[in-house]
């Protein structure tokens, strides 16, 4: 019997390892970010890519905002060129920190995007801090 799950066959092992190990070249999660940040020498620069208001509402604390309509490189010029970006927006129906994502990497600059972004974050029940 085939079922809607079955009736497309599974990648062959080897593709798959190769495709799902790419993934995590291009995204971290709520978890592995809350985990670095509880360290206290984060090795990335976590970046809220949501607008101002929204980011002073709440963010997640240790957080810089650049939206990612004003990432330029004159923006990014203060930090160093290999110091890698994780960016988040919203959540999963906003796609801010893929454009923001976008923008990095056509800058030249190393980027992962924090899958799940704000309402990822609150589901791991992590809180939020307000202000600037």
């Not at 997640?60 to 930090?79: D, Q």
């Not at 160093?80 to 600059?109: E, K, T």
Request: hydrophobic residues 45%; glycine residues 10%.
């Amino acid at each position: 019997m085939t079922t809607h799950v079955t009736e497309v066959p599974a990648a062959p092992s080897a593709q798959a390892l190769a495709h799902f190990e790419a993934m995590l070249s291009f995204e971290t999660d709520c978890w592995d970010v809350h985990e670095s940040l509880r360290s206290g020498e984060p090795d990335f620069m976590l970046v809220d890519v949501r607008g101002p208001a929204s980011f002073a509402e709440g963010h997640i604390a240790g957080a810089i905002n650049i939206p990612h309509r004003s990432m330029t490189a004159e923006r990014l010029a203060a930090y160093p060129q290999d110091r890698l970006f994780v960016v988040y927006c919203a959540g999963p129906h906003c796609n801010g920190a893929n454009r923001a994502a976008i923008r990095l990497a056509r800058l030249g600059r190393p980027v992962k995007m924090m899958i799940g972004g704000i309402t990822g974050w609150r589901d791991e029940g992590f809180a939020l801090t307000a202000g600037d």
